[in-house]
């Protein structure tokens, strides 16, 4: 793809150099080589990735002299080299794969360009949307609908039964509640390795827009995951949550079942919001991060770690 294809499409301003010049993907500034793209946010490391063997940079400002070399200014260098590289990607790819060994379902309807890997079971009636990609040995259970330009990585199962129980007070027995609903992930979803997603009792559990969850993540029934969420790996959510849009849950988070947290909130890793719950920034600026258990607001939870520890050694002495 030509550089000046990939500022029609992301913008910035070609500042030295020929907007003729193809670029076929991306790399570090160590391996770079003439047909890759490279960025650099700091001016200090300007001068080497110039020198580099790149044939094209994007920074962010301007440079005084360039002999040689392509180069882009843009306001978010990191966020422009990253869409420029979907981009190349999708430009390198020439054809749909479908796997032999992969097992469809009846009544399975694929997007054009949707690409399945080894081993993968897609049950009956899934829907997956244009573009997606779903890698080796991921199971889609009957039902679910997947968005376009979705990625699933290996090992990850979607649409399985909640884990949902109703005790018989007499007996001490379980009996499953029906776990009959759907699963839908919004377009433009990333889901890690072995991360498991259970569909909605009755009705259905719910992955927005461009929300992002890393490998070995938990989603009970009924959650509502709102738009351009990230959750990172080992975090735990139980059934009926929902989640606002912008939300950023770190490692190991655990949420009891019907929490709801607020757009904008950031959960420190290990925080754990107790059922029922819920947790919302109440005047306090988009991205305020909530630690510990129950999570409140890190400065608090700093104090009051700080206290205990003085308490404790109070206590020794």
Same mark, same amino acid.
């Given at each position: 793809?030509?550089?000046?294809?990939?500022?029609?499409?992301?913008?910035?301003?070609?500042?030295?150099?020929?907007?003729?010049?193809?670029?076929?993907?991306?790399?570090?500034?160590?391996?770079?080589?003439?047909?890759?793209?490279?960025?650099?946010?700091?001016?200090?490391?300007?001068?080497?990735?110039?020198?580099?063997?790149?044939?094209?940079?994007?920074?962010?400002?301007?440079?005084?002299?360039?002999?040689?070399?392509?180069?882009?200014?843009?306001?978010?260098?990191?966020?422009?080299?990253?869409?420029?590289?979907?981009?190349?990607?999708?430009?390198?790819?020439?054809?749909?794969?479908?796997?032999?060994?992969?097992?469809?379902?009846?009544?399975?309807?694929?997007?054009?360009?949707?690409? /399945? $890997?080894? %081993?993968? !079971? #897609?049950?009956?009636? *899934?829907?997956? +949307? &244009?573009?997606?990609? =779903?890698?080796?040995? @991921?199971?889609?259970?009957?039902?679910?609908?997947?968005?376009?330009?979705?990625?699933?990585?290996?090992?990850?199962?979607?649409?399985?039964?909640?884990?949902?129980?109703?005790?018989?007070?007499?007996?001490?027995?379980?009996?499953?509640?029906?776990?009959?609903?759907?699963?839908?992930?919004?377009?433009?979803?990333?889901?890690?390795?072995?991360?498991?997603?259970?569909?909605?009792?009755?009705?259905?559990?719910?992955?927005?827009?461009?929300?992002?969850?890393?490998?070995?993540?938990?989603?009970?029934?009924?959650?509502?995951?709102?738009?351009?969420?990230?959750?990172?790996?080992?975090?735990?959510?139980?059934?009926?949550?929902? /989640? $606002?849009? %912008?939300? !950023? #849950?770190?490692?190991? *988070?655990?949420? +009891? &079942?019907?929490?709801? =947290?607020?757009?904008? @909130?950031?959960?420190?890793?290990?925080?754990?919001?107790?059922?029922?719950?819920?947790?919302?920034?109440?005047?306090?600026?988009?991205?305020?991060?909530?630690?510990?258990?129950?999570?409140?607001?890190?400065?608090?939870?700093?104090?009051?770690?700080?206290?205990?520890?003085?308490?404790?050694?109070?206590?020794?002495?």
């Amino acid at each position: 793809m030509r550089l000046s294809e990939l500022i029609a499409k992301l913008g910035g301003e070609l500042i030295a150099g020929d907007g003729a010049c193809d670029i076929t993907g991306v790399a570090s500034l160590e391996l770079a080589g003439p047909a890759h793209l490279i960025f650099c946010e700091k001016e200090e490391q300007f001068d080497k990735a110039l020198a580099s063997g790149a044939g094209a940079v994007v920074i962010r400002g301007n440079v005084v002299s360039v002999q040689g070399k392509a180069v882009v200014s843009v306001k978010n260098p990191r966020l422009w080299f990253a869409k420029a590289a979907k981009m190349l990607a999708v430009a390198q790819s020439t054809q749909t794969e479908i796997h032999p060994t992969a097992v469809f379902g009846e009544g399975v309807k694929l997007g054009a360009g949707v690409s /399945i $890997g080894a %081993g993968a !079971v #897609i049950g009956d009636g *899934v829907s997956i +949307g &244009d573009g997606s990609r =779903i890698n080796p040995r @991921v199971v889609v259970y009957a039902g679910t609908s997947i968005g376009a330009r979705v990625v699933i990585h290996s090992g990850a199962v979607l649409g399985a039964d909640g884990f949902g129980y109703v005790r018989d007070g007499d007996t001490g027995a379980y009996t499953q509640f029906p776990q009959q609903g759907i699963l839908v992930i919004e377009d433009d979803v990333e889901i890690g390795a072995n991360t498991t997603i259970d569909r909605g009792a009755l009705g259905e559990t719910r992955i927005g827009r461009g929300t992002k969850i890393d490998n070995m993540v938990h989603i009970g029934h009924n959650c509502k995951i709102g738009e351009d969420v990230i959750i990172v790996a080992l975090t735990g959510i139980s059934g009926s949550c929902t /989640i $606002g849009r %912008g939300t !950023v #849950i770190a490692g190991q *988070v655990g949420l +009891g &079942d019907h929490v709801t =947290i607020g757009e904008g @909130v950031i959960l420190g890793g290990q925080a754990g919001v107790y059922s029922g719950k819920t947790l919302e920034l109440e005047g306090r600026k988009p991205g305020t991060v909530f630690a510990g258990t129950p999570a409140k607001p890190l400065p608090e939870h700093l104090r009051e770690l700080a206290t205990l520890t003085r308490l404790s050694k109070r206590r020794v002495n």
